[in-house]
């Protein structure tokens, strides 16, 4: 996974390459505490079962399938109160409705907008989507505000290289957000802090990944990124960052790494406990709250517990644990589409 850092077009690279994908991630946790939320943009949905069943054998692809990113664009809208999912939405779109330009993604009825106010970035989002399992329509206009822009801390394009063909820019890790959502006839409206990432890659992200588990904290002292992945043939990559308010203030690529592995009903081998440490920080991130747990990634609010600089810091954050060559399990597929509306 490429650490990129330097700046890049707000739209989708409509990557032609078979297998490729691209996302743009939003999260939030309510200042009560009590909703959070998930948005995602994908120009190329990773877990399509149509996708994955013609690039299940990459790197050869059954002739006349050569499908590729801007052949699955989808949208994905996840509020929750505490553990339980009030909205859970993952919608595929015909190719024919992604378009774009520098400043706008559009998909379907759902648009992806970025301005820049006195040199603050922010995102504007109008959601439009409706559930095929419950019957569950939903409006919503979301507001997002960088605080810290983690480009303005680094001068090189890369942070560092860990493998050639993905990418991740976790560009904006701290935001504020405003959302008000409509669903069916129930309003809310919500505040809090977020986080916002991309991720693109030119292969399936099955390619070489064993597993992948990443997560996110804030707090009024410190945040942190954590980022895990297991290849296949390569080394593992692990890295930190850590920044307050104003910017980076620390990233790490050696520290100590202990795991305690448990399944889930799918047989899903995921990191139950996690504790880091090295001269500057530890923390434990304890993954029982899920609040989507599937065949092949679950999604938590984790509970994280940190020292830091002489304080004892708890909280709740977001992480995911992602088991990408189960993509390529066919038998598991129906389980996945049960989620996913076309």
Known sequence: MNIITSEFNFNFRYLNEPGSYEWIYFDMISDCG????????YCGFPFSSRYNKTIRKYPQIPPGLNLSAPDFPAVSFCLYKGKKRIVNIHRIFPKEKLSGNNNEIHIGDNILKTISENGINKYLLNINLSSSYRKTKLTSKIEITEVVNILKSRDSEYITEFDEKHFWSPRSPLTDVKMKIKIDNEEINIKGKGYSDRNYGIIPIFHNIKEWFWGRFHSETVNLIYYHINYINNEPMRVLFLYDNKGLTGFFVQFDENFLKKK???????????????????????????????????????????????NSIKGKGFSEYISPQRLRWLFLHPFINVKIKS
């Open 34 to 41: 009590n909703y959070s939320l998930v948005v995602i943009f």
């Open 264 to 310: 889930n009903y799918f047989l899903l081998n995921y990191f139950k406990e996690i504790k880091v440490s090295n001269e500057f920080i530890s923390f434990k991130i304890f993954n029982s709250e899920k609040v989507d747990n599937g065949p092949f990634y679950i999604r938590f609010l984790s509970d994280f517990s940190i020292n830091h600089k002489g």
